[in-house]
């Protein structure tokens, strides 16, 4: 079992960046693929961004390819997502989540989750 935090969420302007991060307690948290996903105001939980048990593999939803970048240091136990160019329509509550088989984007194959951090981009 893993236990996740959230942290570094706010408000920014259009264009601007942000970096999110994750921390992780409790055992094995190399073996876990982790992701950060989002949901935003009206919308359904929707995958964002994940990263390989290594940090070797990464994945990105269309919408902020370019933009965002995933990684993980395995020896301090966390993940982070900077964000850069930020658009209002990345407003959401963004989550960290943690699951242990690869291969899939679906928020309900995410085993662990954080309480979410809010970013808020302002137009």
């Known amino acids: 079992q893993v236990q996740l935090g959230e942290s570094g969420g706010g408000l920014v302007q259009a264009g601007g960046s942000l970096r999110l991060s994750c921390a992780a307690s409790?055992?094995?948290?190399?073996?876990?693929?982790m992701g950060w996903l989002r949901r935003a105001p009206g919308k359904e939980r929707e995958f964002v961004a994940g990263?390989?048990?290594?940090?070797?593999?990464?994945d990105y939803t269309d919408s902020v390819k370019g933009r965002f970048t995933i990684s993980r240091d395995n020896a301090k136990n966390a993940v982070y997502l900077q964000m850069n160019s930020l658009k209002p329509e990345d407003t959401a509550v963004y989550y960290c989540?943690?699951?242990?088989?690869?291969?899939?984007?679906?928020?309900?194959?995410?085993?662990?989750w954080g309480q979410g951090t809010q970013v808020t981009v302002s137009s």
């Open positions: 409790g055992r094995s948290f190399s073996s876990y693929v």
């Open positions: 989540a943690a699951r242990r088989a690869a291969g899939s984007r679906r928020p309900s194959d995410y085993d662990y």
């Open positions: 990263i390989s048990w290594s940090g070797g593999s990464m």
